[in-house]
């Protein structure tokens, strides 16, 4: 370029840093105006073996990423300016080095600050030209001979260390246009210099950073008469040539004055955005815990003791859980897979009312604020939306996947890659549509509750299933807590500090790898359904368990220098017993729902006479109280699967009869191969583990001490 007074360019919104981050043991700085004079500097060794180089994006390109970089050298002893030789050049050596003075002030007293200097670049001389018309000598000899800034310690203005023509000219002081900007009301942003009074009404787009399209009210402060009104993008360059000639125009102004108006208004428009985003984003992550000494001793005591289990069951049940021993425990480890690159998921099937949420709610309040979303409603976009790191290694808590309907195709994925991307179409700042990218990342951990199981067949092969009680006896314990309740007999002293412990267990624990040596001889049940799928949840849930424990594990170390823990046949054991359930559940042709019928239908008719198989549809509908459709639609799928058969019809009623008892007691059977398996583990390494106990009493155990604890209180 010919053209002295535009020599670089660069983009707005311009990041990164050239040619990178400075080494961390940086300590001599040399700081260059432009992007062509450090690429200059990094050909002559004599510089590149000394000092460490960094490139500014011209005289106003000093940026936020630059001083962070900076800031972050803690051996810097030195910071350089070798910047041009003419006005802009030496105007900018003072405003940066006010500055770089603010920006590494000792931070206590005795402390050295660090050492700004520059280099006298010859008159209309840069980096570039000096390389290309001298020897590299001149630059030894320039950085041999630089200037050192003084600051004074006192507050008060100090005089520019580099005499330029502006501040020959502040000797005979022209009117400066002083500005400021006031966004107390976002919707009336008021920005005023001493000629203009600007008035943005309605705020301004925070979403998207492409356009900045506003409602403008520009008054004329020497003629109130005189004001203009438009709406405007301060991003169009052709809308910004002719909206200046208007406001020229129309309030009588130079162009020069209005331009300068405009570009710092569009400035500090800018810089108010960027706050906004930054604050509404800092305020979508929950604010870390700071644990008190206390707190984090008691904590590391409860992962060191040798019942983690059984005290992880106590703590929930203290912590409000009534009944739902199995599936609280088993949420609560499925929701300790967030810390790992794959994480289980869990949906919770239950009638309306039967406590599905309440089973959710409660587990999760046991786990820390910072990791976990609860959302009632999720659509497409707003997943593809979503901040950088939002999800990362976080609880989703979907009170009712009925909300998330129209967003299950990218939460599967989710659920499955961790990751999901989306190819969509956008605006640029001239208006043009140009392809953007969207990726979110994991890993995520989703947990759902809903009423229709069949409609999520899909999720379900993602996810744990697990289904509430709904006995009568379940009932009679929930309506006893909410009785006590009311009464104020519930210590909820005692619940919180039974949350706050489970919540810090978890903040301490730390990454470390698993290993199974046991996982070659496992086995799942032949009657599952999906086997892939099922089996790796089967395996990641001992692997939770393990890493649950890894406070009471001996950390060895790889070849590579990691570390790892490695899994008991009481981990194993526990995985057994907690995944019973869910095994039988996707082993089932029946659902739920038809499965609990089934078995109660089973009782009833057998109650008075074990030997009775046969029963009126009439009796079974008073018995249990059930609408006449529905129970046709139930006995209508016990039929289609040959497990009952209709014998007759009558004036009273269909009459049926069950032609299988042992159905259900088959599949357990088939279930029950993990214990034997597990059995024959502990043969086969006669103990070398440690000796193993029954879980089912100690389950017992847990469970009526979480009961006595919580009616004690």
């Not at 129309?250 to 108006?261: A, H, M, N």
Request: proline residues 3%.
């Amino acid at each position: 370029m010919n053209n002295k007074d535009q020599k670089h360019f660069y983009l707005k919104d311009r990041s990164g840093l050239y040619p990178g981050y400075p080494k961390p043991e940086t300590k001599r700085l040399i700081l260059t105006e432009a992007i062509i004079d450090t690429a200059s500097l990094l050909q002559i060794p004599e510089i590149t073996k000394e000092y460490e180089l960094l490139s500014c994006f011209g005289t106003n390109g000093l940026t936020e990423e630059h001083k962070a970089a900076i800031k972050e050298l803690k051996q810097l002893k030195e910071i350089i300016l070798f910047y041009d030789g003419d006005q802009a050049g030496k105007e900018a050596i003072n405003h940066h080095s006010e500055i770089l003075h603010q920006l590494r002030l000792p931070t206590s007293p005795g402390q050295a600050g660090i050492k700004l200097s520059y280099i006298e670049t010859p008159e209309n001389e840069d980096v570039n030209s000096l390389w290309q018309g001298h020897e590299p000598e001149i630059f030894t000899h320039l950085l041999n001979n630089r200037k050192s800034f003084s600051f004074s310690t006192e507050i008060k203005t100090t005089e520019s260390p580099i005499k330029t023509s502006s501040s020959v000219e502040k000797k005979n002081p022209q009117p400066e246009t002083a500005s400021f900007i006031d966004t107390t009301n976002p919707e009336q942003i008021i920005y005023e210099n001493t000629e203009l009074k600007v008035t943005i009404w309605g705020g301004i787009e925070k979403e998207n950073l492409s356009r900045l399209k506003v409602s403008l009210h520009i008054k004329n402060k020497a003629d109130k008469y005189k004001s203009f009104r438009d709406d405007v993008n301060l991003y169009s360059h052709g809308g910004m040539q002719k909206l200046v000639q208007n406001i020229a125009e129309t309030l009588e102004l130079s162009t020069g004055l209005v331009i300068k108006t405009l570009t710092d208004l569009t400035e500090k428009l800018e810089e108010y955005r960027l706050q906004e985003r930054t604050q509404h984003i800092k305020a979508l992550q929950p604010k870390l815990y700071e644990m008190k000494e206390t707190e984090k001793a008691e904590a590391t005591a409860f992962l060191k003791d040798k019942n983690l289990i059984k005290n992880t069951l106590n703590g929930i049940e203290k912590s409000g859980l009534i009944g739902e021993q199995n599936n609280g425990l088993l949420l609560f480890l499925l929701y300790l897979s967030r810390f790992f690159d794959e994480p289980l998921h869990a949906i919770i099937f239950g009638k309306s009312g039967s406590g599905k949420t309440y089973l959710q709610t409660k587990v999760s309040e046991c786990l820390p604020e910072e990791s976990v979303r609860t959302i009632t409603s999720l659509t497409e976009n707003t997943l593809y939306y979503s901040a950088k790191g939002f999800w990362k290694h976080k609880v989703l808590l979907i009170e009712d996947l009925e909300g998330v309907y129209n967003a299950f195709l990218p939460l599967r994925e989710f659920m499955s890659k961790q990751s999901i991307t989306k190819l969509t179409t956008d605006k640029d700042a001239k208006g043009n549509n140009v392809q953007k990218i969207l990726t979110v990342e994991g890993p995520i951990c989703v947990s759902g509750a809903t009423t229709m199981e069949g409609i999520y067949e899909d999720n379900a092969n993602r996810s744990y299933l697990l289904h509430v009680d709904e006995s009568s006896e379940h009932l009679g314990e929930v309506l006893q807590f909410q009785r006590q309740q009311q009464a104020g007999l519930i210590n909820e002293t005692v619940q919180n500090s039974a949350r706050l412990v489970l919540k810090n267990s978890q903040r301490l624990l730390k990454p470390v790898k698993v290993i199974n040596r046991y996982a070659t001889d496992l086995v799942i049940p032949d009657c599952v359904f999906k086997k892939l799928r099922t089996n790796m949840h089967y395996l990641r849930l001992i692997e939770i368990i393990t890493f649950y424990h890894q406070g009471q594990r001996q950390w060895k170390k790889n070849p590579d220098g990691g570390y790892y823990i490695e899994t008991s046949l009481t981990d194993i054991e526990w995985a057994n017993y907690l995944v019973k359930d869910t095994l039988l559940r996707k082993s089932d042709e029946l659902n739920g729902e038809t499965r609990q019928f089934f078995e109660s239908l089973k009782d009833l008719v057998q109650k008075n006479n074990p030997e009775q198989t046969v029963f009126l549809a009439r009796d079974i509908r008073h018995a249990f109280r059930m609408h006449p459709m529905k129970l046709t639609r139930l006995l209508s799928q016990l039929e289609s699967r040959n497990l009952l058969k209709r014998i007759s019809s009558r004036q009273s009623g269909y009459e049926y009869e069950i032609t299988s008892f042992e159905d259900y007691e088959l599949l357990k059977h088939g279930v029950n191969i993990l214990d034997r398996v597990l059995e024959q583990l502990k043969a086969k390494y006669d103990g070398k583990n440690g000796k193993t106990v029954e879980l089912h009493t100690r389950f017992t155990s847990a469970s009526q001490n979480g009961s006595q604890v919580q009616n004690a209180n």
